[in-house]
């Protein structure tokens, strides 16, 4: 990052306040922060049906009916058993009637947080703009906007602070926010996968402490399901695969109809795919750093497409970071590529 002569000049100085990096880095996390909390603010009352599950047995708990849907049945309805502990926490301070409300604040911090981690991934491999573009489009993202209420934000961001760590070579500390994302939705074991295959092929040696790590972890919280419960998967998941039979759309198929829509509400959307085209074009070429959070989202659609589970809106999250990454790096990219004389600064 340089400045133009004229820079010096106006400043009478090497270099101005609003340039140094962690001033840079604090406008774009305010400008993070001002769209999402927007966004969230303007969805403050949202409601789902599906996270009305999750809240009675929060809610049953905090009332000391134990952790249930109905009392004395030890059925595990629920896909989210962790974030419903984790409301209960929330709730001890603000009550059961507020678990909604609590709820849809997780989201929207969830969000945030996300969007921060793709902004820190993108400036961590070199190109602050990068992802500053992809935190925007993820904050942005209408998937995300269909989760809130939902635990979906929250595993986001858990996910999202794994890769990071791992980027940053802090692999050991990375397996904590993936065990925790493991705990608030058991399919968060695919991208803790991922990050642990990607370290083994870096460092040529399989991430032992980092696998026990992550271990010692799930598996107390696992086994209290399967003791609570009788198993540690919900009921809700052989219903999920059986309502295709029934007429409701598969995974693909809903995500295909979603898009439709969303291209037909707004021609803007019609650039997107142009610039994930040119991000993965640029990301094969230089940015391999991008790598892991694609293949997450390749290896989540094509699991979710294989098993035909129902599609519902909220389960497409896991694809925005790794196509919010790609978008970036198609738009700053090619960008950069157009020759502007005089210009010298790059962040």
């Not at 998937?143 to 996910?159: C, D, N, Q, R």
């Not at 609570?228 to 998967?233: E, H, I, K, M």
């Not at 790794?322 to 962040?347: D, F, N, Q, S, Y």
Request: glycine share 10%; proline share 6%.
């Amino acid at each position: 990052m340089g400045l133009t002569g004229h820079d010096r000049a106006v400043s009478g100085k090497p270099s101005l306040l609003w340039r140094r990096p962690w001033a840079i880095d604090g406008i774009a996390v305010l400008i993070l922060a001002g769209v999402v909390l927007a966004v969230g603010h303007s969805l403050r009352d949202y409601a789902l049906d599906d996270p009305f599950v999750t809240y009675r047995y929060a809610a049953n708990l905090l009332e000391g009916k134990g952790f249930v849907y109905s009392v004395g049945e030890n059925i595990l309805s629920t896909t989210a058993a962790g974030y419903g502990l984790l409301l209960a926490a929330f709730g001890v301070f603000f009550g059961s009637g507020a678990l909604p409300l609590i709820s849809n604040m997780l989201s929207t911090a969830g969000i945030l947080a996300a969007s921060v981690l793709v902004y820190l991934i993108g400036r961590q491999a070199g190109s602050r703009l990068v992802g500053l573009a992809a935190g925007l489009l993820l904050g942005l993202n209408p998937f995300l906007s269909y989760s809130i209420g939902l635990e979906t934000a929250v595993y986001l961001a858990l996910i999202l602070a794994g890769f990071y760590l791992h980027q940053i070579e802090k692999l050991p500390w990375a397996a904590v926010p993936l065990a925790f994302a493991t705990i608030v939705r058991a399919d968060a074991v695919l991208p803790a996968a991922i990050v642990f295959a990607f370290a083994a092929w870096q460092q040529r040696r399989l991430p032992l402490l980092p696998g026990a790590v992550y271990a010692a972890i799930c598996v107390p919280f696992f086994g209290y399901l399967t003791v609570a419960f009788g198993s540690p998967v919900p009921l809700t998941m052989s219903a999920k695969t059986a309502q295709p039979l029934l007429g409701f759309p598969t995974f693909s198929a809903e995500l295909t109809s979603t898009v439709q829509e969303l291209l037909q509400d707004s021609s803007g959307y019609w650039l997107l795919p142009v610039l994930v085209g040119l991000g993965l074009v640029h990301m094969l070429a230089k940015d391999h750093w991008a790598l892991p959070l694609v293949v997450w989202a390749l290896a989540y659609g094509a699991i979710y497409h294989a098993i035909g589970v129902a599609g519902y809106r909220w389960y497409f999250v896991p694809l925005v970071p790794g196509l919010a990454l790609l978008a970036g790096l198609g738009v700053v990219r090619t960008v950069e590529k157009i020759p502007v004389p005089g210009a010298t600064v790059r962040l």
